[in-house]
């Protein structure tokens, strides 16, 4: 096979420069250097990071369209890492090159479409620590893939055939070299109200080094049928098998109306898993039901069972079951009034599993949320509420947990506007899965910003919060920041982004203080772009990124 790519590849170029037609050429060129460093108790740990990217991208015809297009690309990066702390200085560089990746299609708009593609690249890496020697690694990879698409053929569905191989092998430093070979076909037809699809691969894994040999086949059919515009069935089968190790896998869904304002939504759900230790089966099935009798009520409900038994010889006991039931159901309310709107929610669920733990859960919640208008001023109020309830043999364990959330956004001028937010939550749990622990917590969060022209564009904002902690942390915990950004720094396609910020953590106790400053800027076809970056927490740490791009 590989003859046969290398046979059409020597064609094509023998051809182009004679009947081809180039259609378009172009690419990138970029490179990124990031600087980093890192102040702890007097010693500097610095960090420095190299990466350029060259990709030439050209794709054309060869006579015409509908004969033959194709497309080449070679790309080619290169990523140098330095770092140097209390020890000896690492250096570490990998390359990447994809020496060509060609693709060609052939008479793609008859029924017979046939597509190449051949690839070629390597990958090499050197890494160096200090005196020790260092260490090389080149590893090269081919891979050549045709595929063969029959359709719109009137007697047959559409079928697509599918060989790939690949070989990578290692040139220098490494010891491997493997090889895959592989083979797909696909058959789908669809007739308007029926679709259905079924496909077959199968994989062969070659270590030429230790000689070991590995297979992996996989079937699978798809399937819709449609009986009206209210009635939908699927069906899904998968087979996959590596080795002695086989997995089943079948699901079977059905949904249709059982009246104008109810939804019934079943599923039927089978996987099995066979080694020659184990056997694990797993069979489910569920049911959905959604109602709507007003714009304004909806309810929904839900009812399954899950069975799982596993099979192990060896084991004791040998066989092992399990069958858990679901249950459970919500209420939703919404209500309009000119500019205010109310919504109501209740919900409840259930679990119960009857093996040798005799295990169950159970909760509830409930939920309110009222928001308004007046003028220039938005209002929002949200409360929310749930508590469960876990079992398991003779231990429990309960939750509770309560959110309120008050927000209010103004705008107090034509470009100035305000966001205030409080929210209060409450934590708690109690039991023997999981010990007990209670936290209440209630938040203040405000951010005043605007927009405005003097000189240049530009938008600056301030924000504050604070947090106060109460149970098993206490606490207070506080931050503000400030931000400007101009899309129009003083001159055309010249942008400026800062940011400041510091925070104090009730865990941490101490602050963290963060600058950020980023500034791009266009200059005919190239990106300029520049980061700076830092950090105080205990240590300092800076970062300072460049970037510079040309597309052509």
């Known amino acids: 096979m590989k003859r046969v790519f290398t046979i059409v590849a020597l064609a094509v170029l023998s051809v182009c420069p004679l009947f081809g037609q180039l259609g378009s050429f172009g690419g990138n060129v970029s490179y990124v250097h990031q600087y980093s460093e890192d102040s702890y108790h007097g010693s500097l740990s610095t960090t420095q990071s190299r990466n350029p990217t060259i990709d030439l991208q050209a794709s054309g015809i060869i006579l015409t369209h509908e004969l033959a297009e194709f497309e080449f690309q070679s790309y080619f990066t290169q990523n140098s890492f330095t770092s140097k702390s209390f020890g000896p200085t690492l250096d570490f560089e990998t390359q990447n090159w994809t020496i060509y990746r060609f693709n060609l299609s052939l008479i793609q708009y008859s029924p017979c479409w046939i597509l190449l593609r051949a690839n070629d690249g390597y990958v090499k890496s050197r890494g160096e620590y200090g005196?020790?020697?260092?260490?090389?690694?080149?590893?090269?990879?081919?891979?050549?893939?045709?595929?063969?698409?029959?359709?719109?053929i009137e007697f047959l569905p559409t079928i697509t055939l599918d060989y790939n191989r690949s070989h990578a092998w290692a040139t220098e430093g490494f010891i491997t070299n493997n090889k895959i070979e592989s083979y797909t076909a696909s058959a789908a037809s669809s007739n308007g109200s029926t679709t259905f699809n079924i496909t077959g691969q199968n994989t062969r894994t070659e270590d030429l080094v230790s000689g070991s040999v590995n297979k992996f086949s996989s079937a699978g059919v798809n399937g819709t049928k449609s009986f009206d515009d209210a009635h939908f069935v699927n069906i899904h089968s998968e087979y996959t098998w590596f080795e002695t190790t086989g997995l089943l896998y079948g699901d079977l869904s059905y949904t249709g109306s059982l009246s104008s304002s109810a939804v019934l939504m079943t599923g039927l759900n089978l996987s099995q898993a066979t080694s020659p230790h184990a056997t694990t089966t797993n069979l489910s099935v569920s049911a959905n039901v959604n109602q709507t009798l007003s714009p304004e009520w909806r309810y929904t409900a839900m009812l399954g069972e899950q069975y799982n038994k596993q099979v192990m010889p060896l084991a004791l006991p040998p066989v092992e079951s399990r069958n858990t039931w679901r249950s459970g159901?919500?209420?939703?309310?919404?209500?309009?009034?000119g500019?205010?709107?109310?919504?109501?929610?209740?919900s409840v669920n259930g679990e119960w599993a009857n093996n040798s733990e005799q295990s169950g859960a159970y909760g509830f919640g409930f939920g309110n949320g009222y928001s308004t208008k007046f003028e220039a001023v938005t209002l929002r109020i949200n409360q929310s509420s749930s508590f469960a309830d876990q079992r398991r043999a003779r231990a429990h364990q309960f939750r509770a947990v309560h959110r309120i959330n008050l927000g209010v956004d103004a705008k107090l001028a034509d470009r100035i506007s305000n966001m205030t937010n409080v929210?209060?939550?409450?934590?708690?749990?109690?039991?023997?899965?999981?010990?007990?622990?209670?936290?209440?917590t209630v938040s203040l969060l405000d951010a005043l910003y605007g927009s405005f022209n003097y000189v240049i564009p530009f938008t600056?904002?301030?924000?504050?919060?604070?947090?106060?902690?109460?149970?098993?942390?206490?606490?207070?915990?506080?931050g503000w920041?400030?931000?400007?950004?101009?899309?129009?720094?003083?001159?055309?396609?010249?942008?400026?982004?800062y940011r400041y910020s510091r925070t104090y953590d009730v865990n941490y106790r101490m602050e963290t203080i963060e600058h950020l400053a980023q500034f791009h800027y266009g200059w005919r076809v190239v990106d300029l772009s520049l980061s700076l970056y830092e950090r105080r927490l205990g240590t300092r740490q800076r970062t300072i990124t460049f970037a510079v791009s040309r597309p052509f």
């Open 339 to 346: 500019v205010s709107s109310m919504s109501n929610s209740l």
């Open 329 to 337: 159901g919500t209420v939703s309310h919404q209500q309009t009034f």
């Open 460 to 478: 600056i904002g301030a924000g504050f919060s604070s947090t106060w902690y109460q149970g098993d942390v206490n606490g207070t915990a506080y």
């Open 423 to 440: 929210a209060f939550t409450s934590n708690r749990s109690q039991g023997e899965l999981e010990g007990s622990y209670s936290t209440r």
């Open 131 to 152: 005196d020790a020697s260092s260490t090389v690694g080149r590893v090269r990879s081919q891979s050549q893939e045709m595929t063969v698409s029959l359709r719109k």
């Open 481 to 497: 920041n400030g931000t400007f950004n101009s899309a129009r720094f003083f001159t055309d396609r010249l942008s400026a982004r």
